[in-house]
């Protein structure tokens, strides 16, 4: 079933427009959802989203919602699935806001679904420009999304998140074994 017919998609703010000229000028400060700020899995790094200075109180329709799923528009086409922790945060124009309205589907499994290798590889074929590759808002509304059903979701969120959590793990695993490597090394230099 195509993704438009089961959900609502909008586009986030085009913040060039709503830029405070100076930090002094601003008249609200919002964090700001970034490329850096989100992992390959969907899962945002609150310390690195950047601060936004507006020029006037932004709408609540361009703050993250929870249950609502966000969508890079440009490589790696990451895709978010909100919780509770993540709420609030602006969303600019190179995302879009996917909000379901299917109770036969869960956000969560359409999260899973757009992160998948299949359905990037996709977003691949799609894409246009050279300096910055991305899609538009028509390939978004147009992907075939799989039915299952709730149970068979429930299965392969169960198995997604277990995947999650192991990649969180490794990826601490690295970093403590590269900082134990530095410090051997260090001392190794240091005689």
Known sequence: MKLEKIAKINTGLLTTRKKAKSKNLSKGIYKLLTVNAIDNYGNINLDKLDD???????SNQYLTKKGKIYIRMNEPYTSIYIDEENEGILFP??????????????????DWYLNSDKN????????SGTLIPSINQKIIREIEIPEKTLEEQEKIL??????KKQMEL????????????????DKLIEG
Request: proline residues 2%.
């Open 93 to 110: 124009a190179y995302f879009v806001e996917i909000e379901l309205r299917n109770i036969n589907f869960l956000p969560e499994y359409i």
């Open 170 to 185: 490794l990826d601490n695993l690295k970093i403590k074994e590269e900082q134990k490597f530095k410090a051997i090394t």
């Open 120 to 127: 990037k590889r996709n977003y691949l074929k799609a894409q």
């Open 52 to 58: 936004f200075y507006s020029n006037e109180k932004i």
């Open 158 to 163: 169960n198995v997604y998140k277990l995947f």
